[in-house]
């Protein structure tokens, strides 16, 4: 299997987690008032040419006990929802997932509907099985975990 190129250095810039960040809250903004008509497929990166669905995911701050949503690509494994921490390969997990870890209890968003969740961490074997499914659906995850020196969790959004 060939290597993936190395981590564009400009990904290490103080201001990429800054605009993930507003990019982030624009879009959840869109999703929301258009109940996903908007918002509601990635388009960007491998998702340019396979446009990857794209839901809305609330958590609150494990300090500071704040609401947040931030919008994931996503895919389905029978009722379960599957996203990945991915962060664009960034040497950190992100905020939503160290805050589901500290508490799994939340709600999604797929276009209109909303439902309650309970978060898990895939184990390795579901990870195993789920991995080449997220390729499929968004080949840059791949690309991802190659440049990250952490293992990029798989998370499990079951119905609660």
Do not use: C
């Amino acid at each position: 299997m060939p290597t993936p190129p190395a981590r564009p250095a400009q990904l290490d810039s103080p201001l990429v987690p800054k605009v993930f960040k507003y990019m982030a809250k624009a879009q959840t903004w869109v999703y929301r008032r258009t109940r996903g008509r908007v918002g509601g497929k990635w388009r960007l990166g491998a998702g340019f040419r396979k446009p990857v669905p794209t839901l809305l995911l609330d958590h609150r701050g494990r300090k500071s006990g704040k609401a947040f949503t931030v919008p994931l690509l996503y895919i389905t494994d029978g009722a379960d929802v599957i996203v990945v921490a991915s962060q664009g390969g960034l040497p950190k997990h992100p905020q939503w997932y160290l805050n589901l870890v500290a508490q799994p209890d939340t709600q999604l968003q797929i276009r209109a509907e909303r439902r309650p969740v309970r978060a898990a961490t895939a184990t390795a074997e579901e990870r195993a099985r789920l991995w080449p499914r997220l390729i499929a659906a968004y080949a840059d995850f791949d690309k991802y975990q190659g440049w990250a020196e952490r293992e990029i969790p798989v998370v499990i959004l079951r119905p609660a």
